[in-house]
C-alpha cells in the first residue's frame, strides 16, 4: 500500500493540472492535478508540500483537504490524500519531468481527457467541497466500482445490465445477453427465434457462440455472461459446458429458470464446474415490466 497526494492549486477560478505527455504509463496523455508517493517517515501535509513545490515551483501558503480516496488498481492499493490549495507564491515553470503546466477554467477541465473515475471528485474540487472518502477499483484499466461513503454509486456490472432491458425488433421475446471478458464487451445479442425461425437462437447460445470464435477458444473461462433473464435449461447447459466464470441475471424465471429458480448452478454436485451465480434485482421491477408489457402486448 502507497499513499499519495493530489493537489488543485486554484488562481482566479482556474485551476492547474498537469497535461502528463512525458512518460509512458498509465496516466499518458491524461490530465491530473500535481501531486506524488509520499516518502518514508514524511507526513503527509509535508508530501503535499513537496510535490507542488517540485512540481510547479509554487509554495504553498493555505490549503483545504477535501477527502480520501481508496483506489485500488488491480487490487492494488493506493491511497490518495486530495486537497484544494487556494493561497500559494511563487513562479509557475511550464514543464516539468511528468509533463505540461496550465491552469483551466471549470468548462475546459470538463471537457479534457481525465481518469474515468475522476468525475466522481472533480466536482468537489471545483466547488472546493469536502467528499470525506471515495473508493475506486479498476481492473485492467476499466472503472469497476465507485463508492461514496460506502455506498455504491457506479457499478461495472449495473451499467452492463442496463444495456439489457430494451424492446427488441421482429416480435422477439425482449431477451438480452452480454458476454464481457477482462471488463470488456466482445459479444451481445437478442434473441433470434423468430427471425432466424430456429428455436436454438436464444439469447445466450448466440453470445456464448460469438465470444468462442472471437476467442478462439472452446472455453470461456474467463468470461462474465449477463442477461436479463434467468436462462432456461438448454442456455443453462450451455453456460456450464463453456465453463463462464460468472452468470448475472436480473429477473427470476420460476416457469423455466435453470440457475437458481428449478436448478442450482452453484449447488448441485453434478456440476463439474462451479460458476458464480449473481441476481441484479435492483433492476427486476423495470425489467419484469418490460417482460409483461410484451406478452400483453402479444396477446
Not at 152 to 173: G, V
Not at 204 to 210: A, D, S
Not at 256 to 261: L, Q, R, V
Amino acid at each position: 500500500m502507497k499513499k499519495t497526494t493530489l493537489a488543485y492549486l486554484k488562481k482566479d477560478d482556474k485551476f492547474l493540472l498537469i497535461h502528463k505527455n512525458k512518460k509512458d504509463d498509465e496516466n499518458k496523455n491524461k490530465y491530473l492535478g500535481i501531486g506524488g508517493k509520499c516518502f518514508f517517515n514524511e507526513s503527509i501535509v509535508e508530501c503535499l508540500k513537496r510535490e507542488v513545490k517540485e512540481e510547479s515551483n509554487f509554495e504553498i501558503e493555505n490549503y483545504k483537504f477535501l477527502g480520501k480516496i481508496n483506489f485500488y488498481y488491480n487490487n492494488e492499493l493506493e491511497i490518495i490524500y486530495l486537497y484544494l490549495v487556494d493561497k500559494f507564491s511563487g513562479e509557475l515553470k511550464k514543464e516539468c519531468d511528468e509533463g505540461s503546466l496550465n491552469f483551466y477554467s471549470k468548462t475546459e477541465i470538463k471537457k479534457l481527457k481525465m481518469w474515468e473515475s475522476d468525475k466522481y471528485f472533480i466536482n468537489y474540487v471545483l466547488k472546493g467541497k469536502e467528499f470525506k472518502e471515495l473508493e475506486i477499483r479498476y481492473e485492467n484499466s476499466v472503472l469497476v466500482e465507485v463508492k461514496h461513503n460506502e455506498k455504491i454509486i457506479y457499478s461495472f456490472s449495473e451499467e452492463i445490465c442496463k444495456k439489457l432491458m430494451k424492446k427488441n425488433k421482429d416480435n422477439e421475446i425482449p431477451i438480452r445477453a452480454i458476454v464481457v471478458y477482462k471488463n470488456k464487451i466482445i459479444s451481445s445479442s437478442t434473441n433470434l427465434k423468430e427471425s432466424k425461425n430456429n428455436c436454438l437462437y436464444h439469447a445466450e447460445m448466440i453470445v456464448i457462440n460469438k465470444a468462442l470464435k472471437k476467442l478462439k477458444n472452446k472455453y470461456l473461462e474467463e468470461c462474465d455472461l449477463y442477461v436479463n433473464l434467468e436462462p432456461c435449461m438448454m442456455c443453462a447447459g450451455a453456460i456450464i459446458q463453456s465453463r463462464i466464470k460468472n452468470l448475472y441475471f436480473i429477473s427470476k424465471n420460476s416457469k423455466a429458470g435453470f440457475a437458481i429458480s428449478n436448478f442450482n448452478i452453484e449447488e448441485n454436485k453434478a456440476v463439474h464446474h462451479k460458476i458464480k451465480v449473481h441476481q441484479v434485482s435492483k433492476y427486476n421491477h423495470t425489467n419484469s415490466k418490460l417482460l409483461k408489457d410484451f406478452f400483453k402486448n402479444k396477446r
